[in-house]
Nanobody
């Protein structure tokens, strides 16, 4: 059983940075997809960034390309999301997720992920 715990959310002014962490308990093979998703109030959950097959493929949502970076430290079983140049549209609850069955084609879809953390909230003020 995989358990995921996010941390690192908070409040920041526009232009600022935050780094989210997702600590995983239980063994997560390198073949799993690991992803960051977010959900703003009144909106659906959307893919932000995901890594597939041990880092061989990384995807970003167009809205965060060039500003966010996903990374994984296998030694400590932790997934990160470095978020720079934040703007108010990035305000949301951020979730990390893992799944063993996703593919390159589906890795950014929240419907493909089985394991989820509880979420960490990010607020960006203008």
């Amino acid at each position: 059983q995989v358990q995921l715990v996010e941390s690192g959310g908070g409040s920041v002014q526009a232009g600022g940075s935050l780094r989210l962490s997702c600590a995983a308990s239980g063994y997560i093979p390198r073949s799993y997809c690991l992803g960051w998703f977010r959900q703003a109030p009144g909106k659906g959950r959307e893919g932000v960034a995901a890594v597939y097959s041990g880092g061989g493929t990384i995807r970003y949502a167009d809205s965060v390309k060039g500003r966010f970076t996903i990374s994984r430290n296998n030694a400590v079983n932790t997934l990160y999301l470095q978020m720079n140049s934040l703007n108010p549209e990035d305000t949301a609850t951020y979730y990390c997720a893992a799944d063993r069955r996703c593919t390159i084609a589906t890795m950014m879809s929240p419907y493909e992920y089985s394991y989820w953390g509880q979420g960490t909230h990010v607020t960006v003020s203008s």
